[in-house]
T-cell receptor, first 112, second 114 residues
Framework: SQKIEQNSEALNIQEGKTATLTCNYT??????LQWYRQDPGRGPVFLLL?????KEKRKERLKVTFDTTLKQSLFHITASQPADSATYLCALDFSGYSTLTFGKGTMLLVSP | NAGVTQTPKFRILKIGQSMTLQCTQD?????MYWYRQDPGMGLKLIYY???????DKGEVPNGYNVSRSTTEDFPLRLELAAPSQTSVYFCASSYPGTSNTEAFFGQGTRLTVV
């Protein structure tokens, strides 16, 4: 079955630094990969989508890379702020029917 | 726009009771989904629907039923609640074919079965 692995340990960084989160997956590469943010007690919120033919995507302070050879995506938040503290989820559509498989998420804690 | 609305937000059920989790969206999305999220775990797909009258099983469908009579509504039914169904349930919708294919999630229903 398809697996998605994200760092289970929380990532603690200082304000202003760049946070880098990793998403690894097994088996065949999907057509696209998505990143979501989830705050405690809330539903996930979409951040970015990157397609298999795109190496990098940016949106404001966010950057996502997608390496289909390594089967890995990296999610970067530059100039991090305490408000960026949340759990970040990686999601892929292995089915081809727009049904997402989610990783367990990585909690990011940005301290002032 | 309200987006995806789930009710109730919280519910405590006794073992063997039944209930329906309601989900409605006002974005005219044809795809709708139900996920459950257990502590420290990723979201797992229970059921999904690609349009009114069409539903299909996801990864963890046992103990649940769904129906999709309209584009807007996608209720999830628990017939005989079991402690293993204690979880947070999220409904989502999307419109595949657009450039982003992002999923929009509701705020979740926290269900406890005792």
């Amino acid at each position: 079955s398809q697996k998605i692995e994200q760092n289970s340990e929380a990532l603690n960084i200082q304000e202003g630094k760049t946070a880098t989160l990793t998403c690894n997956y097994t088996n065949y590469s999907p057509a696209y990969l998505q990143w979501y943010r989830q705050d405690p007690g809330r539903g996930p919120v979409f951040l970015l989508l990157i397609r298999e033919n795109e190496k990098e995507k940016r949106k404001e302070r966010l950057k996502v890379t997608f390496d289909t050879t390594l089967k890995q995506s990296l999610f970067h938040i530059t100039a991090s702020q305490p408000a960026d503290s949340a759990t970040y989820l990686c999601a892929l559509d292995f089915s081809g029917y727009s049904t997402l498989t989610f990783g367990k998420g990585t909690m990011l804690l940005v301290s002032p | 726009n309200a987006g995806v609305t789930q009710t109730p937000k919280f519910r405590i059920l006794k073992i063997g009771q039944s209930m329906t989790l309601q989900c409605t969206q006002d974005m005219n999305h044809n795809y709708m989904y139900w996920y459950r999220q257990d502590p420290g775990m990723g979201l797992k797909l229970i059921y999904y629907s690609v349009g009114a009258g069409i539903t299909d099983k996801g990864e963890v469908p046992n103990g649940y039923n769904v129906s999709r009579s309209t584009t807007e509504d996608f209720p999830l039914r628990l017939e005989l609640a079991a402690p293993s169904q204690t979880s947070v349930y999220f409904c989502a919708s999307s419109y595949p074919g657009t450039s982003n294919t992002e999923a929009f999630f509701g705020q979740g229903t926290r269900l406890t079965v005792v």
